[in-house]
């Protein structure tokens, strides 16, 4: 763990020399110093912890369902990115998708590829071409590192004007708690807190793209979500809702990435 830690520190400490990185499809410069290594050993100790904490569902064809749109929206992605030629952008990704019984409406993904959906969900996203449209959503915060983004300018702002030394002394209990907060982590609940506007309309596009390789149609998100929208008003939706930008500017951005995404549908 110490050399993650340092490495992590060496990366902060060189903050406006290398963080500068960029989202995949979207092209936008983006802030990043936290290195994949660090990160993926930290989503995944936290992912192991909240599975040992929650328990999976006894529906076995919910969860093979979960499982099914899941990895064929990972190999969609992989496909997309061996036709840029840059197969090894993933090489750091360990994908894993779960199926938690809870009836809060949500589902997430952890940085390398590590999928969670609730059973609370799945009374929405009925079909597997809707969970197709969460599914690809999440998984593209993932590979657009939105939640290292976030990450990256809460480490700048907190241990940016800490000495090197003192920041070793007592950094693994804080940088744990800037990962948790980051990705808004607990140990009950995994709650993802709410990607800026710009992050959720950047998951729309590239997720829109992965679910039409995967040969789903990518009309549906266009519905789903104003499905979703106009059953927001209740309680157990809300929760979910209240982190996805509902308004029609949304729909609006979908209609027009739309043609850009039916490029990738394969029919069947």
């Known amino acids: 763990m110490k050399k993650h830690v340092i490495a992590l520190l060496l990366a902060v400490n060189s903050l406006y020399f290398f963080g500068c990185a960029e989202?995949?499809?979207?092209?936008?410069?983006?802030?990043?110093?936290?290195?994949?290594?660090?990160?993926?050993?930290?989503?995944?100790?936290?992912?192991?912890?909240?599975?040992?904490?929650?328990?999976?569902?006894?529906?076995?064809?919910?969860?093979?369902?979960?499982?099914?749109?899941?990895?064929?929206?990972?190999?969609?992605?992989?496909?997309?990115?061996?036709?840029?030629?840059?197969?090894?952008?993933?090489?750091?990704?360990?994908?894993?998708?779960?199926?938690?019984?809870?009836?809060?409406?949500?589902?997430?993904?952890?940085?390398?590829?590590?999928?969670?959906?609730?059973?609370?969900?799945?009374?929405?996203?009925?079909?597997?071409?809707?969970?197709?449209?969460?599914?690809?959503?999440?998984?593209?915060?993932?590979?657009?590192?939105?939640?290292?983004e976030r990450m990256s300018y809460q480490l700048a702002s907190q241990l940016g004007g800490v000495a090197l030394s003192v920041a070793i002394k007592d950094y693994s209990g804080q940088t744990q708690a800037i990962f948790e907060q980051a990705y808004g982590m607990t140990s009950q609940y995994a709650l993802v807190l709410p990607y800026s506007r710009k992050h959720e309309y950047e998951a729309d596009r590239m997720g829109m793209i992965f679910m039409a390789l995967a040969g789903y149609d990518p009309r549906v998100a266009e519905t789903f979500w104003q499905e979703m929208s106009a059953r927001s008003q209740g309680p157990e939706v809300y929760e979910w809702m209240s982190t996805h930008p509902s308004d029609e500017s949304r729909v609006q951005a979908i209609r027009r990435q739309m043609p850009e995404a039916m490029q990738y549908y394969k029919r069947g």
């Open 23 to 148: 989202v995949p499809i979207i092209g936008r410069k983006q802030f990043n110093v936290v290195p994949d290594s660090t990160l993926n050993q930290m989503a995944d100790e936290q992912y192991q912890q909240f599975l040992s904490e929650n328990k999976l569902s006894s529906d076995s064809s919910a969860a093979a369902m979960v499982r099914r749109v899941g990895s064929n929206i990972q190999k969609a992605t992989e496909e997309y990115f061996r036709m840029k030629g840059e197969a090894g952008f993933l090489n750091s990704f360990d994908w894993k998708f779960n199926l938690v019984e809870n009836e809060q409406v949500n589902a997430w993904a952890m940085p390398g590829g590590k999928v969670v959906v609730y059973t609370g969900l799945l009374e929405l996203a009925d079909t597997e071409e809707k969970l197709a449209v969460v599914v690809a959503h999440e998984i593209a915060h993932a590979v657009a590192k939105h939640g290292a």
